[in-house]
């Protein structure tokens, strides 16, 4: 079973920075994009960013200039670097990767983490 764990949320100041990361763990064939979003309180759940297998990214508008996504292949492991936070960046972080589980396999499914939060508060 290919799970994904999120390690890094918690309480920072505004203007401050925290580094997420997300390790996908099982056994698998490929790990291809993923992406990190995000729900704040009485929200949807929006986009924040993806990353390709060859390192391509995406950005919601609320983020970009700030967040930067990267990823670790060998280690298969993402990451979401903020800065300049926010307290409107406050909301639960979750990983999210498609991933071809089997060579055989036509596609890839979705799995995602199980979150974690970041509180952006003085």
């Known amino acids: 079973q290919v799970q994904l764990v999120e390690y890094g949320g918690g309480l920072v100041q505004p203007g401050g920075s925290l580094k997420l990361s997300c390790k996908a763990s099982?056994?698998?064939?490929?790990?291809?994009?993923m992406g990190w979003y995000r729900q704040a309180p009485g929200k949807e759940r929006e986009l924040v960013a993806t990353i390709t297998s060859a390192r391509n990214t995406n950005y919601g508008d609320s983020v970009k200039g700030r967040f930067t996504i990267s990823r670790d292949n060998d280690k298969n492991t993402v990451y979401l670097q903020m800065n300049s936070l926010k307290s409107e960046d406050t909301a639960v972080y979750y990983c999210?990767?498609?991933?071809?589980?089997?060579?055989?396999?036509?596609?890839?499914?979705?799995?995602w983490g199980q979150g974690t939060l970041v509180t952006v508060s003085s």
């Open positions: 999210n990767a498609l991933i071809k589980i089997s060579y055989y396999d036509a596609g890839n499914v979705a799995v």
């Open positions: 099982g056994s698998f064939f490929s790990l291809n994009a």
